[in-house]
């Protein structure tokens, strides 16, 4: 790791200009780290352009510096790519041909999937975060940190700690979080900016979502469900309904929770959580996805009888 850390400092400091990029769908952790990375090397006197494939919405999108993110797809040549907390290309979606055409490509992940794409991996799946790691390559460059670097930094690893209780949850976590506080981060401001800011149409959202609650396999597996229709019962765009993923995973019992989020007509999302047993990343990558030990995802086409058919039949396999 520290080698990595070495060379990635080195070439921060050598090349003038940067794209910095996350993967698509991107979380608080993948965005926190942009926004550090990217203030970080703007006060250096270096040239960053951020970018996301989709428009960044609240909650995550009330993150500070979020403007410094644009969703215009960009264009010009840079110097190096900088990929975070992304495990794959093809998770990169749009930005994928522009990252491969601005190499050196650098990746700073700590999925246990990642396959390693780049010229330079940073690949630690023992971190916390990708915030933990960008930290670290921020702190070996000598690059200055400001309060709102801080508050990015911070978002990301508290994010992905499930605010600090999750197994990821180690001391480093502890020491570096405690480490920005001294820039002026308030955990509570940047908690609740980021995550709680509920519309009215997101908690009607979930009562309708909590409906569809259904177990299978002895109880061990729950799964929820929203569909397009519900969206439209309870109005326009009503926020991140990932997160509720939880409320299924909290039942008595349950080892794996799965949220089934329909995307479009024959088009799904399922968001995976475990409470131990199972690895989700490992189930998740059966259909194409990836992500964490308890937590992870993938997109799938089909009709849901028949999708849903197959998962179950899968955490079967997985189930002891
Ligand atoms: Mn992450």
């Given at each position: 790791?520290?080698a990595e ?16 990029l ?9 965005i ?9 090397l ?14 960044l ?35 990169l979606?749009?930005a994928?041909d ?20 780049a ?12 915030g933990?790691?960008v ?31 999750y197994e990821?949850?180690t ?12 820039y ?12 709680e ?7 009607k ?32 765009y009503?926020g ?55 937590a ?25």
């Open positions: 790791m520290e850390i070495d060379q990635i400092a080195n070439l921060l400091l050598q090349k003038d200009s940067f794209l910095i996350t993967h698509k769908n991107p979380d608080l952790d993948g926190g780290s942009m926004i550090a990375l990217g203030t970080a703007k006060n250096k006197g270096k040239k960053v352009t951020l970018f996301t494939e989709e428009k919405e609240p909650p995550l999108g009330n993150i500070k510096g979020a403007d410094l993110i644009s969703s215009d797809v960009p264009k010009g040549k840079f110097s190096a790519t900088l990929v975070l907390d992304c495990s794959d290309l093809n998770r979606g749009k994928k522009i990252a491969l055409s601005n190499r050196p490509l650098i990746s700073i992940d700590h999925h246990e999937t990642n396959d390693h794409f010229d330079v991996n940073l690949v630690v799946p023992d971190s916390s975060s990708t933990e790691l930290y670290k390559v921020i702190k070996k460059a000598g690059l200055h940190i400001d309060q709102l670097s801080a508050e990015a930094l911070f978002a990301a690893i508290q994010a992905d700690t499930g605010c600090f209780k990821n949850t001391s480093t976590a502890f020491s570096i979080a405690a480490e920005l506080l001294k002026g981060v308030s955990p509570w401001d940047v908690y609740r900016n980021t995550n800011q509920y519309t009215l149409s997101l908690l959202l979930l009562e309708l979502s909590l409906g569809t609650i259904e177990l299978h396999h002895d109880g061990k597996l729950s799964i929820m469900s929203i569909t397009l229709n519900m969206i439209k019962t309870v109005g326009a009503p991140d309904s990932e997160r509720f993923v939880s409320y299924p995973r909290f039942i008595v019992g349950v080892e794996v929770a799965a949220l089934i989020r329909q995307v479009a007509e024959e088009e799904y999302k399922f968001s995976l959580r475990s409470n131990g047993e199972v690895n989700v990343a490992q189930l998740a990558a059966i259909f194409g996805g990836g992500g964490h030990a308890k992870a995802g993938f997109e799938c086409k089909g009709e849901l009888s028949e999708l849903k058919r197959k998962f179950i039949k899968e955490v079967g396999n997985f189930l002891k």
